[in-house]
């Protein structure tokens, strides 16, 4: 019965996550608030799907839902869509659920149209209090670099449009400028520490359980390097060294590394191998 379940609930959270997209899109380019309402009823029925999702598959493996790949994207969807509703009560930006949700879209169908990529075997042997912690406290962070990501994003498209003199009625729905780099930096503050935190953990866990450890493995060096990146731009907000539209480049560039990061660099890790 859960399998039943297991293998048609994804189906159906992507079709009203669809009808939710589609409905931020009209509200987008007509700014139509009968939509905007609409979509965001029903992008709290696709929280509620997800979320009783993750608690019908922790009472079924008897664990936290992040050890593998099919784990792994559900989750960090799901981290998306509670930050995105999370910035819609706190920043008040129309523009940035839509965004972020976007994204999340993409990695929910990559999940709900794969093959089914759970080996439980695997996720017996990596199973560990101190292992699911890490994992769970790296996608956090990547959940809030990618709406970091977001509001650079729509930083620079505001940019442009003000630049080119362009008064639109978006244009006032996008908050001003200073509002959308000082969002963009809390949410790079909040995540730093995260991935920092994340880091230490899975290094102990590596030290104590991998027979064989090597420092100089693909991923703690991707994960090193993104550190300091995320490091540089915090420094460079606080100091000022970099501002504006030039910082907000920075940090579309950081996030396709995140991107690379948690896709191409675990592929060819020793040990990242709840990806394969």
Not at 31 to 54: P, S
Not at 111 to 133: C, D, G, N, W
Not at 137 to 158: C, D, E, K, R, T
């Amino acid at each position: 019965m859960f399998d039943l379940v297991l293998a048609r609930l994804p189906e159906l959270i992507i079709v009203i996550y669809a009808l939710s997209i589609l409905l931020y899109f009209i509200d987008f380019v007509d700014h139509n608030r009968k939509a905007n309402i609409f979509a965001f009823r029903l992008l709290l029925i696709v929280w509620a799907f997800q979320t009783i999702f993750l608690f019908m598959y922790m009472l079924n493996t008897g664990r936290f839902p992040v050890l593998t790949l099919f784990e792994g994207l559900y989750f960090y969807t799901w981290v998306l869509i509670t930050i995105s509703l999370f910035i819609h009560h706190i920043f008040k930006v129309d523009f940035t659920v839509f965004f972020i949700n976007l994204i999340g879209f993409c990695f929910m169908a990559i999940h709900a149209f794969a093959p089914i990529q759970r080996s439980f075997v695997t996720a017996e042997q990596l199973m560990s209090e101190l292992l699911l912690i890490h994992i769970t406290i790296a996608i956090l962070s990547y959940g809030a670099f990618s709406a970091s990501f977001v509001f650079s994003s729509l930083y620079l498209f505001q940019f442009k449009l003000l630049k080119e003199k362009r008064w639109k009625k978006k244009l006032w729905r996008l908050a001003d400028l200073a509002k959308l780099e000082k969002a963009s930096f809390v949410l790079n503050t909040i995540g730093f520490p995260m991935l920092l935190l994340s880091l230490i953990l899975g290094l102990r866990w590596a030290v104590i359980k991998l027979p064989v450890f090597h420092w100089y493995d693909p991923k703690i060096i991707g994960s090193f390097f993104l550190l300091i990146i995320y490091g540089f731009l915090l420094y460079a907000f606080v100091k000022r060294v970099i501002f504006g539209r030039k910082l907000a480049l920075w940090n579309t560039m950081a996030f396709l590394f995140v991107l690379v990061n948690f896709f191409l660099i675990s592929r060819i890790s020793k040990f990242h191998f709840w990806f394969s």
